[in-house]
């Protein structure tokens, strides 16, 4: 099993540039999540998506959209880049509830300048 | 207000000796589940440790446990025997579904570990 993959690794982007970051899961989970990751400020939930068709948002959507139209797939797109938006980024994946942990990928370093 | 708080920036411990990282919470549900998670310095989330609040005993696995008081709302880690491996950002979560929540998965800022030879 792959699990969670995300690409790419790495980005640079020049500000108002758009790109997708994509993220795939192969457990057939149906509850997925973007975070970013900034230092000192832990994971902060960005979007996530219930199941297919089904999306809502997090703490800190402003700048990004999402869709949702396949169980196995989940990216996450930028609008237009900020310097502000410059960060890690994580997907994640568990089985809907309270009891299930979220398994996450690798991480996408994004940088815009 | 805050739904999980890590009061503790950084922690230093000495290898072999238990450490406790702080953990408190804040939710109106009677159904939740806490965790918590390592970063190493290489990026990666790995899940350690999981408590779900109906359960009566502390979570244990391998050397984490967790110390659940659910009344004062706190789900702190301990490590038990510190290894060098054991350095590294460590986050507490938690998992509720009213106010919205929807079982989102909400983290503290971490507490980042370093174990001394």
């Known amino acids: 099993n792959a699990g969670v993959t995300q690409t790419p690794k790495f980005q640079v982007l020049k500000t108002g540039q758009s790109m997708t970051l994509q993220c795939a899961q192969d457990?057939?989970?149906?509850?997925m999540s973007w975070y970013r990751q900034d230092p000192g400020m832990g994971l902060r939930l960005i979007h996530y998506s219930v199941g297919a068709g089904i999306t809502d948002q997090g703490e800190v959507p402003n700048g990004y959209n999402v869709s949702r139209s396949t169980t196995e797939d989940f990216p996450l797109r930028l609008l237009s880049a900020a310097p502000s938006q410059t960060s890690v980024y994580f997907c994640?994946?568990?089985?809907?509830?309270?009891?299930?942990?979220?398994?996450f990928g690798p991480g996408t370093r994004l940088t815009v300048t | 207000a805050q739904k999980i708080t890590q009061t503790q920036p950084g922690m230093f411990v000495q290898e072999k000796e238990a450490v406790t990282l702080d953990c408190t919470y804040d939710t109106s549900d009677q159904s939740y589940g806490l965790f918590w998670y390592k970063q190493p310095s290489s990026g990666e989330m790995i899940f350690l440790i999981y408590q779900g609040s109906y359960d009566e005993q502390n979570a244990t696995e391998g050397r984490y446990s967790l110390n659940f008081q659910k009344a004062r709302k706190s789900a702190n880690l301990v490590i038990s025997a510190s290894q060098l491996g054991d350095s590294a950002m460590y986050f507490c979560a938690m998992r509720d579904f009213s106010g919205g929540s929807n079982y989102k998965l909400t983290f503290g800022k971490g507490t980042l570990l370093t174990v001394n030879p």
């Open positions: 457990m057939n989970h149906e509850y």
């Open positions: 994640a994946s568990s089985k809907t509830g309270l009891a299930y942990e979220q398994y």
